[in-house]
């Protein structure tokens, strides 16, 4: 079957750091995107790995182990901003026309206290 | 600016009603997708399309249907509306043959059937 989990909600202090977990168990796998949404906001896209490793952008890094079916993203130097939900999706092979499905986990909800 | 643009932020409606929901983006993308979102299960896909006229169902098709008249515009039409659809619905867009399709995504229609 095709499973993606990741914690329900975190909790953290602004200025800390924070790791968000995701493991999944797709049929294929094209791709793992984090996603980040504020409340009654649309999803925005954070990352994408493809390869095994840390990709960094800023404050916001996002690793991936394809052997072990795992990703987290990391945030560093927390704001109160970053209070919102952190989707991992992972990119499915198949589906006609150059598309590939993308599978949402439930999302990991993200509070930061001053 | 990349947008993806939806018809109505809130939507109520009564059971038995045909309701349309429109999705409409500037970014000339092949792909498009209809997505609902509700608490605890995350984005699933209801229908996307790869081109016009074409569509394909995702993970959750009953009881909706789908129109693609035009690249630029995807409709999601809920035939007679039922109180589980009640459902916050987003609607995306991506490039075809990009080596991460990012999927770009409007702010939602929060859809009550009462």
């Known amino acids: 079957g095709q499973n993606i989990d990741q914690p329900t909600e975190m909790t953290a202090t602004e200025g800390a750091i924070v790791q968000i977990n995701c493991t999944y168990q797709?049929?294929?796998?094209?791709?793992l995107f984090w996603y980040q949404q504020h409340a009654g906001e649309a999803p925005t896209f954070l990352s994408y790995?493809?390869?095994?490793g840390l990709e960094e952008k800023g404050r916001f890094s996002s690793f991936l182990s394809r052997s072990k079916g795992y990703s987290y993203l990391l945030l560093k130097e927390l704001q109160m901003k970053d209070s919102a939900s952190y989707l991992c999706?992972?990119?499915?092979?198949?589906?006609?026309?150059?598309?590939?499905?993308?599978?949402f986990g439930a999302g990991t909800r993200l509070a930061v206290h001053p | 600016d990349v947008k993806v643009t939806q018809s109505s932020r809130y939507l109520v409606k009564r059971t038995g009603e045909k309701v349309f929901l429109e999705c409409v983006q500037d970014?000339?993308?092949?792909?498009m997708f209809w997505y609902r979102q509700d608490p605890g299960l995350g984005l699933r896909l209801i229908y996307f399309?790869?081109?016009?006229?074409?569509?394909e169902k995702g993970d959750i098709p009953e009881g909706y249907s789908v129109s693609r008249e035009k690249k630029e515009r995807f409709s999601l039409i809920l035939e007679s509306a039922s109180t589980n659809q009640t459902s916050m619905y987003l609607c995306?867009?991506?490039?075809?043959?990009?080596?991460?399709?990012?999927?770009?995504f409007g702010p939602g229609t929060r859809l009550t059937v009462l």
């Open positions: 790995n493809v390869l095994d």
């Open positions: 399309s790869y081109d016009v006229k074409m569509k």
């Open positions: 999706a992972v990119r499915d092979t198949g589906g006609s026309g150059g598309y590939n499905k993308l599978i």
């Open positions: 797709t049929s294929g796998f094209n791709g």
């Open positions: 995306a867009s991506s490039l075809i043959g990009v080596s991460y399709n990012e999927q770009f």
């Open positions: 970014m000339d993308h092949e792909n």
